[in-house]
């Protein structure tokens, strides 16, 4: 992974969750429109739903984006591909698939317990 794609992968990540952000802003905006008596209103609990899934995409999108710009200051300080847990190299095609990873593919393998009871 170059700087250029992980760049890349950011970009795609912040347009991820600006477009999440809109379609949850549009939603609300219909929502305070539509008739304010949720109760009797089947389409008021549709909406409710939807809302709360497309809070839980936006969280999911929000933390993504998050984790690669944590990858790209680990990037920076040149600690980019080295595994968190026991500081080995993470292979490539791992970093291919998943940029913002911060453990090699042993530990992450590796029971959590077994991680956490030392
Ligand atoms: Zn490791």
Request: aromatic share 0%; glycine share 6%.
């Amino acid at each position: 992974m170059d700087p250029t794609a992980l760049a890349a992968a950011r970009e795609r990540s912040a347009d991820h969750v600006a477009s999440l952000r809109r379609a949850l802003d549009s939603l609300v905006e219909d929502q305070s429109l539509s008739s304010a008596d949720d109760e009797h209103d089947p389409e008021g609990v549709t909406i409710a739903v939807q809302r709360a899934q497309l809070q839980g995409l936006l969280s999911a999108a929000e933390e993504e984006r998050d984790e690669l710009d944590r990858a790209a200051q680990r990037m920076a300080a040149g600690d980019y591909g080295r595994c968190a847990e026991c500081g080995g190299v993470i292979g490539a095609e791992r970093l291919e698939a998943l940029p913002a990873v911060r453990t090699c593919i042993t530990c992450a393998s590796r029971p959590r317990r077994r991680r956490t009871a030392r």
